[in-house]
Structure formats: structure tokens, C-alpha cells
């Protein structure tokens, strides 16, 4: 019953910045752990920042270059992405986590991020 969709992927630049959006499906959307993780090629689908109700959690790799928020009143999770590095290239998928009350975690289909001169 839970669809995220993201949005906002794209090339840029090394130093570069850009905005990924997911918008959720569902009720209940505020009570819910929201998360960003990413896949590159050949390698393990890693956490990159989640976000609670009021608390932000980020990855070493992504602290102080990424912000993570959200809007409850549009079902909508941001990922602000600044000083964008090659390393950063990867496909970004949008997570809702459910655990906590008893559902499960649900996926979005993911959004490609290229930073290349």
C-alpha cells in the first residue's frame, strides 16, 4: 500500500549540489523513520542519513556536506546534497522504515546521481 517515488536525481559537477525529493504514500506519515541510502556499482547498498520525527543521523562519509529533512505536511523527505564528490555517485533510494510498529520497511525505485566533469 506504501509507494515512495523519488525525484531530483541527475549529472552535476564535482562541488556541485543537488536535491533529492521522495514523497510517500500511506497514512500516518510523521510517526515514521525516513531514510536515504545509496548503491554504486559492484558494491553493498549503504546508509547515507535517516530522519525521525526530530533527530538526523548521517553517515561519516556525508556529515556536514548532506541535510536530510522532511515535510509531514506534503509526505515528502529531502536529501540536500552540497560538495558533491565522484564517490557520491550512486543510486539513491528513498526508505520508510515501519519496524518500530510492527510493518515492515518499504523502498523507493531509486534515483540516479552521476557527479562527473
Known amino acids: 500500500q506504501v509507494q515512495l517515488v523519488e525525484s531530483g536525481g541527475g549529472l552535476v559537477q564535482p562541488g556541485g549540489s543537488l536535491r533529492l525529493s521522495c514523497a510517500a504514500s500511506g497514512s500516518t506519515f510523521s510517526r515514521y523513520t525516513m531514510g536515504w541510502y545509496r548503491q554504486a556499482p559492484g558494491k553493498q547498498r549503504e546508509f547515507v542519513a535517516t530522519i525521525s520525527s526530530s533527530v538526523t543521523n548521517y553517515a561519516d562519509s556525508v556529515k556536514g556536506r548532506f541535510t536530510i529533512s522532511r515535510d509531514n505536511a506534503k509526505n515528502t523527505v529531502y536529501l540536500q546534497m552540497n560538495s558533491l564528490k565522484p564517490e557520491d555517485t550512486a543510486v539513491y533510494f528513498c526508505?520508510?522504515?515501519?519496524?518500530?510498529?510492527?510493518?515492515?520497511?518499504?523502498w523507493g525505485q531509486g534515483t540516479q546521481v552521476t557527479v562527473s566533469s
Open positions: 526508505n520508510q522504515d515501519r519496524l518500530w510498529y510492527g510493518g515492515t520497511s518499504y
